[in-house]
């Protein structure tokens, strides 16, 4: 199986930034889909932002323009930087692989291998 190790979180305030790393052993990321996602207390697991082959990026409508998913091969690290911060956007970031390339990218039930989570926190 997949272990993925994630760090980067921590207290920011509004409007400043933070880069959260995913990083596997076991398995080579390049060869599968990887997504990121949070969950908010009392809220659901939320779709952030995913990459796959040929360095192919998608992203939710909530985060385009201010989140960046990102891969590098030779560290087998996937990275979602994290600009303009709001307090809305404290929840803890998960990220995600799918070992099989199944339809629905967005849904979180799809996915094989999770991180332990990365509390992120933005004060007002």
């Known amino acids: 199986q997949v272990q993925l190790v994630e760090s980067g979180g921590g207290l920011v305030q509004a409007g400043e930034s933070l880069r959260l790393s995913c990083t596997a052993a076991?398995?080579?990321?390049?060869?599968?889909?990887v997504a990121w996602f949070r969950q908010a207390p009392g809220k659901e697991r939320e779709f952030l932002a995913i990459?796959?082959?040929?360095?192919?990026?998608g992203y939710a409508d909530s985060v385009k323009g201010r989140f960046t998913i990102s891969r590098d091969n030779a560290k087998n690290t996937v990275y979602l930087q994290m600009n303009s911060l709001k307090p809305d956007d404290t929840a803890i970031y998960y990220c995600a692989v799918d070992a099989d390339y199944s339809a629905a990218a967005m849904s979180p039930d799809v996915y094989d291998y999770w991180g332990q989570g990365a509390q992120v926190t933005v004060s007002s």
């Open positions: 076991g398995r080579t990321l390049s060869n599968y889909r």
């Open positions: 990459c796959w082959r040929h360095d192919l990026v």
